[in-house]
């Protein structure tokens, strides 16, 4: 018994890597050809497995825009807002957050740079459960920011801002940021660096 239970649970494990691969390199595509541009041969082809191998993980191409959605925002609030809950509640940690933002912009784990921005772009006119899910990373990452903005105020910090306000111009400049990037111009990344950081300063 305890020999099935051990095979069952590396049988568990060894899929749970299998989906984490297939849906790391579906939004590193995905982050170039968009969405849309997924296709299972393509990924069997790049990682070296039967497109059988991928249907029988995620079912339909539905299913892994979706598992790719859910791994970019993974990496996202690995490598931007966990960090920064470290850093004290008030205006630092605001900047913290716009900070590490504009690093994630500047080397960004996907070739095709913000896979929000991208994402954004391409299903913002699309009905349906993929459109659900990119739409509402968007909201809850505002939602979120917006948030540590008032948890400011609260402290007297940030006082003179409209908090929603606020998120709304830091995220146009961020995702004005991210095509300087994608299109090699970094003087217009950091021009963008600078007028968040002035915006900041301002209030």
Known sequence: MTQ????????????????????????????VEG???????RLAADLGISKSGIATLF????????????????????????????????????????????AHIDNPPFPGGCFRVATL???????G?????VVADHDQWLSFLTAEVVKAQAQNEL?????????????????AANIARQTGDSARVEAARTIANR?????
């Open 4 to 31: 099935l239970t051990d095979s069952s649970d590396q049988r568990l494990a060894k899929g749970a890597r299998a989906r984490a691969t297939i849906a790391r390199r579906a939004a590193e595509l995905a982050s």
């Open 35 to 41: 969405l849309d541009g997924l296709s299972i041969g």
């Open 59 to 102: 079912g339909t191409k539905e299913a892994l825009q979706l598992a790719a959605v859910q791994t970019a925002r993974d990496i996202f609030i690995e490598r931007v807002i966990a960090p920064s809950l470290r850093t004290p509640r008030g205006a630092g940690r605001v900047r913290d957050l716009i900070d590490r933002w504009f």
């Open 121 to 127: 772009t391409e299903f913002s006119s699309k009905p």
């Open 129 to 133: 459960a993929v459109r659900d899910a």
């Open 159 to 175: 006082a003179d801002a409209d908090a929603d306000l606020l998120v709304f111009e830091l995220d146009a400049i961020v995702s």
């Open 199 to 203: 915006l900041l300063a301002g209030v």
